[in-house]
């Protein structure tokens, strides 16, 4: 709730402001760039007032978020996600396919080494 009331605060301070600008500095008449000018003026000033003025509540708003991720991710059952469970799935067929070709899937296996080799 805390999260939702510090959004509103600062959405309200945002529209009032740049409405304020826009009717009070005649953008109107400005068209496209007017409109424009007064977005970023009230963006400016709904960040700056929010920053300086409301710092409690922000400060309330993102532990509030910060708890929320916590308990979310404590509820997320522990364990191989679906990706590592499909990745698994496929090392096993690709091991499968190697040994009846023949090969082996594990290269650091020890080499037998024939003394007769080197003699050639």
Known sequence: MKVFLYTLLRTVIFVGVALLVYFIFGWGSW???GSILSVVVGAVVAFAVGYLFFDRQRRAAARQLADAMERRKAERP????QAEKDAG????????LRR?????SDARAPRSVDPADDER
């Open 100 to 104: 009846e070709a023949g090969l082996t």
């Open 31 to 33: 068209g496209l760039m």
């Open 89 to 96: 799935v496929e090392d096993s067929y690709q091991d499968t």
């Open 78 to 81: 522990v364990g191989p996600t």
